[in-house]
């Protein structure tokens, strides 16, 4: 059973940072892209970041490049959004995402999602 559980979300202040982290249980990340995903209240969920199985190839949303950093360890079956520059616009849940396959592309949809971490963005 797949299991993804991400950490490190809270509150901070624009222009601050937060280290998003998500942990795999039940499953090998190192085969895997994977991503992340962000959604407020009665908003579809949106895309924000994604990295291939190597982390060699990464992508991201327009809105966080140049400020947001996606990462793994797969020694440590782990992968991280580091999240600079915050804005109140970026305000969401955020979640992991695996997509059951090694290369990302954006017509692919994820297959397992974590239960999400609260990121909040005072101004």
């Known amino acids: 059973q797949v299991q993804l559980v991400e950490s490190g979300g809270g509150l901070v202040q624009a222009g601050g940072s937060l280290r998003l982290s998500c942990a795999a249980s039940?499953?090998?990340?190192?085969?895997?892209?994977m991503g992340w995903f962000r959604q407020v209240p009665r908003k579809e969920r949106e895309f924000v970041a994604a990295?291939?199985?190597?982390?060699?190839?990464?992508s991201y949303v327009d809105s966080v490049k140049g400020r947001f950093t996606i990462s793994r360890d797969n020694a440590k079956n782990t992968v991280y959004l580091q999240m600079n520059s915050l804005k109140p616009e970026d305000t969401a849940v955020y979640y992991c995402?695996?997509?059951?396959?090694?290369?990302?592309?954006?017509?692919?949809?994820?297959?397992?999602w974590g239960q999400g971490t609260q990121v909040t963005v005072s101004s």
């Open positions: 039940g499953r090998t990340l190192s085969s895997y892209a």
């Open positions: 995402a695996d997509y059951d396959t090694s290369y990302y592309t954006p017509s692919k949809r994820p297959v397992y």
């Open positions: 990295i291939n199985y190597s982390g060699a190839v990464t």
